[in-house]
């Protein structure tokens, strides 16, 4: 990576401060630090290679040098747009750009598995990690943390809870990764200011993996629901048409989303 390069293609953005690293434990663990250094609204934070990359559930996530794309920006609560009833949109924000770009900019069959995954033909590409940054009962600040597998290589041998892949294998070709970060800040810098409008939830909405489809909610291993998935509520919750008949709405918590293969019943 060069540092440098990075910096003057990304200069020519509406952002805060620049911060690009060549290696970083995690960059939403730098994020949080740069928050209680007065780091200014749509700062970003970016590192070639992660050690120690945030994931739910507090697992951690590597990426290697040269392979992936891994970045964080600080976003300052700001009347009717960020607060605490908006975390959730959020999230949602972070999947929608992605996905966006991978279908509009690099014709990739691209989904947002709720909460916080993107798919690329069913297999996971990117995930989204928000962290609030509280001083007493006052958020301070949003962290919004995306990380993306963009070339071969780019995902850990390690076990995982749902296939993944990088958009190299997927696409047949190389995406340049500050092309990719470029085109997503652009989308980001777009959306953001709609986050409470129903044109953001319906874009949403409309990247939904699952959609209609029969799915399993779990919290860990456990089952929590099952029944048909039927979009997102004006709050970012999932909708779910239970088995049991009535419909269910779910934040984001520590629940995850399974499809569920009906055909072997």
């Known amino acids: 990576m060069d540092i440098n390069a990075w910096k003057k293609r ?31 609204n749509f700062s970003l934070i970016s590192a070639d290679s992660q050690t120690a990359g945030k994931g739910r ?11 992936a794309l891994a970045f964080s920006l600080i976003l300052h609560p700001e009347a009717d747009l960020i607060d605490t009833n908006q975390l959730e949109r959020i999230s949602g924000l ?14 990739l069959n691209a989904e947002i ?12 590409v990117a995930g ?9 009962s ?24 749902f296939p993944a892949s990088s958009l190299e294998e997927l696409s047949g070709r190389i995406i340049p990764r500050l092309d990719l970060l470029m085109d997503i800040l652009k989308s980001f810098l777009k959306w953001y200011p709609r986050i409470t409008t129903q044109t953001f ?19 860990g291993e456990d089952i929590v629901d099952q029944g048909q998935l039927s ?9 779910i048409q239970s088995d049991m008949g009535n419909e269910k709405r779910y934040r984001t918590g520590e629940l995850h989303l399974r499809l569920v293969d009906r055909s072997r019943k």
Request: proline residues 5%; without cysteine; glycine residues 12%.
């Open 201 to 219: 939830l319906t874009a949403w909405d409309g990247y939904l993996a699952y959609k209609n489809k029969h799915v399993m909610l779990l919290s």
């Open 57 to 67: 559930y507090g697992r951690s996530w590597v990426t290697q040098p040269g392979k």
């Open 128 to 136: 989204v990690l928000v962290d609030a940054n509280w001083s007493g």
């Open 10 to 40: 990304l200069e020519g953005l509406p952002l805060g401060e620049l911060y690009i690293y060549q290696e970083l434990g995690s960059t939403n663990q730098v994020a949080d630090e740069l928050v209680h250094q007065g780091a200014p």
């Open 113 to 124: 598995k709720w909460p916080n995954d993107v798919l690329v033909n069913g297999k996971k």
């Open 94 to 107: 972070g999947a929608l750009v992605v996905a966006e770009v991978l279908t509009k900019n690099y014709s």
């Open 231 to 239: 979009g997102i509520s004006d709050n970012g919750s999932l909708i």
């Open 138 to 161: 006052e958020l301070k600040a949003v962290i919004l943390g995306i990380g993306l597998n963009v070339l071969e290589g780019s995902v850990p041998e390690i076990p995982l809870n």
